[in-house]
């Protein structure tokens, strides 16, 4: 699809629309000490309309090389279902940070066919229910990752990465492009050749994490509004 055009532009004014839309919501709901019925709607939501379109795409088209669900934005969504039902802070983090960050990158630079194919809903239903998951959670609700949630994201997305790294070599595919840049233009063509984009890239999602967490956590003493994570 072309970046920024009507098929691009149209996701993204959903998107804008969707922020305002999840952070007023959550706001009205912090002082809920449970997950709400909106919390809990969406949590259903995510996994009653990426499955369906999945599954489509796997009995449609299955492409072994790219269709296995092991990118970031496989387990993201995952994660958000799994925080919005709980708010638990681990699933929650992972929502956070991938979400905010490694999710967004997609929607503004996205790899996906073009409307009406349906790789095209698939990618963008995922990727801003990702998004407005994250939204919802911390600008929302407050929900608000501690140092210790950063640590466990980090650890975890470096096991992702050794993991598909692996299977990347079993099936000479490229999963999380940590074999080889896409190629379209994206953020990695600033960050040098292979191997040094996947060492750099590594550096600095680490450090975008915890200039996050630092905000964070500023922005949790600056009142008493935030919301204790449930630590079940």
């Keep these: 699809m072309q970046a920024y055009g009507l098929t691009h532009l149209v996701p993204l004014s959903l998107l804008t629309a969707g922020i305002v839309a999840v952070i007023w919501l959550?706001?009205?709901?912090?002082?809920?000490?449970?997950p709400s019925r909106f919390s809990r709607g969406f949590a259903l939501a995510?996994?009653?309309?990426?499955?369906?379109?999945?599954?489509?795409?796997?009995?449609?088209?299955?492409?072994?090389?790219?269709?296995l669900p092991v990118q970031l934005c496989d387990l993201a969504w995952i994660a958000a279902a799994i925080a919005l039902w709980t708010h638990h802070p681990y699933p929650t983090a992972l929502t956070c940070f991938w979400g905010l960050t490694l999710t967004t990158q997609g929607v503004f630079t996205p790899d996906v066919m073009d409307f009406p194919d349906v790789s095209y809903?698939?990618?963008?239903?995922?990727?801003l229910m990702v998004?407005?998951?994250?939204?919802?959670?911390?600008?929302?609700?407050?929900l608000l990752p501690r140092w210790r949630d950063y640590g466990w994201?980090?650890?975890?997305?470096?096991?992702?990465?050794?993991?598909?790294?692996?299977?990347?070599?079993?099936?000479d595919a490229n999963y999380g492009y940590l074999r080889r840049k896409p190629e379209f233009a994206s953020m990695l063509d600033l960050l040098g050749p292979w191997p040094f984009y996947i060492l750099s890239e590594i550096a600095l999602v680490?450090?975008?994490?915890a200039v996050m967490t630092l905000g964070l956590?500023?922005?949790?003493?600056?009142?008493?509004?935030?919301?204790?994570?449930?630590?079940?």
């Design 26 to 34: 959550g706001r009205q709901q912090r002082a809920d000490a449970k």
């Design 46 to 67: 995510l996994p009653l309309t990426v499955i369906p379109l999945l599954a489509h795409e796997w009995v449609t088209d299955f492409d072994l090389f790219i269709d």
């Design 121 to 127: 809903i698939t990618f963008w239903v995922m990727h």
């Design 131 to 142: 998004v407005l998951a994250a939204v919802y959670l911390v600008f929302g609700l407050k």
């Design 153 to 171: 994201t980090v650890a975890t997305t470096a096991a992702w990465a050794v993991v598909a790294y692996v299977l990347n070599l079993v099936l």
């Design 206 to 209: 680490a450090a975008v994490w």
């Design 217 to 232: 956590r500023i922005w949790a003493r600056q009142d008493g509004s935030t919301r204790t994570p449930v630590r079940s």
